[in-house]
C-alpha cells in the first residue's frame, strides 16, 4: 500500500517569511495530492491540491509542487501570518474507490 | 448546507459502559470514515465504509464496531470503554473527485 512521509513534523518560522513542508509517497500510480490545514480544536480541511497532470498550482499566498519521478511533492507557504500557524499534513491516494494515505502531520509556528 | 455533523461532540463516561458515535452528512457521499486522532498528532483510520452494507477495518486496531445501514449515517460504537479510547474521533466522506470532508469531531474521556 501507500506510505506517505513528511517532514519537518515541526517547522518555527518568523511572520512574513515563507514555510515549506515536504513529503515523499511510494505508490507510483498515486495521482491526486492534497493538503490539509488543521487549527487547535478544529478539523482538517482541504486548503490545496493538485492532480499528477499538473506540476504546480497556487492559490494566493500558498502552493503546491509536485514532483512524479522523485515522488515528492511540497506546500510553500510566503509572506506567512499569525493565522497559518496550525498543523499541516499532506496526503497522497491513486484516485476512483481508493482513500487517502496521510502523512503524520507538521506543526508550524509562526513567530511573531 | 451540506455538511457532515457528529453528535456528542464532548463525552465523559465511566469505563465499561457502551458508547456510540453519531455521524451523518448530506452530500450524498457513499465512502466515509472514522479516525482517531490525539490532540494536534497524526490521524489514525479504524474503520471505513464504501458505501450501503460495506464496513471495513482501517489500519489502527480498535475496540469499536460500526455500521453502514444508510448512506447518510456512519455510527461508531464501543461496546465497553476503556481509559485508552480518550481521544478525538473524527469522522468524514470522500467526494467523488476524492476529496475528504470531516465532521467537527467527537471527543472522548473515559474515567
Known amino acids: 500500500g501507500e506510505n506517505v512521509e513528511q517532514h519537518p513534523s515541526t517547522l518555527s518560522v518568523q511572520e512574513g517569511d515563507s514555510a515549506v513542508i515536504k513529503c515523499t509517497y511510494s505508490?507510483?500510480?498515486?495521482?491526486?495530492f492534497p493538503w490539509y490545514k488543521q487549527e487547535l480544536g478544529k478539523r482538517p480541511q482541504l486548503i490545496i491540491d493538485i492532480r499528477s497532470n499538473v506540476g504546480e498550482k497556487k492559490d494566493q499566498r500558498i502552493a503546491v509542487t509536485l514532483n512524479k519521478t522523485a515522488k515528492h511533492f511540497s506546500l510553500h507557504i510566503t509572506e506567512t501570518q499569525p493565522e497559518d500557524s496550525a498543523v499541516y499534513f499532506c496526503?497522497?491516494?491513486?484516485?476512483?474507490?481508493?482513500?487517502?494515505?496521510f502523512g503524520k502531520g507538521t506543526h508550524l509556528i509562526i513567530q511573531p | 448546507e451540506a455538511d457532515i455533523y457528529q453528535t456528542p461532540r464532548y463525552l465523559v463516561i465511566g469505563t465499561g459502559k457502551k458508547i456510540t458515535l453519531e455521524c451523518s452528512q448530506t452530500?450524498?457521499?457513499?465512502?466515509m470514515y472514522w479516525y482517531q486522532q490525539d490532540p494536534g498528532m497524526e490521524l489514525h483510520l479504524i474503520h471505513y465504509s464504501y458505501g450501503v452494507n460495506s464496513t471495513e477495518k482501517g489500519d489502527l486496531s480498535s475496540e469499536s464496531t460500526v455500521s453502514r445501514i444508510r448512506t447518510e449515517h456512519f455510527p461508531l460504537t464501543l461496546e465497553s470503554a476503556r481509559p485508552s479510547h480518550t481521544s478525538q474521533y473524527l469522522c468524514a466522506s470522500q467526494s467523488s473527485g476524492n476529496t475528504i470532508y470531516f465532521g467537527e469531531g467527537s471527543w472522548l474521556t473515559v474515567v
Open positions: 452530500m450524498g457521499h457513499d465512502k
Open positions: 496526503a497522497a491516494s491513486r484516485g476512483g474507490a481508493d482513500g487517502l494515505t
Open positions: 505508490d507510483s500510480a498515486s495521482n491526486y
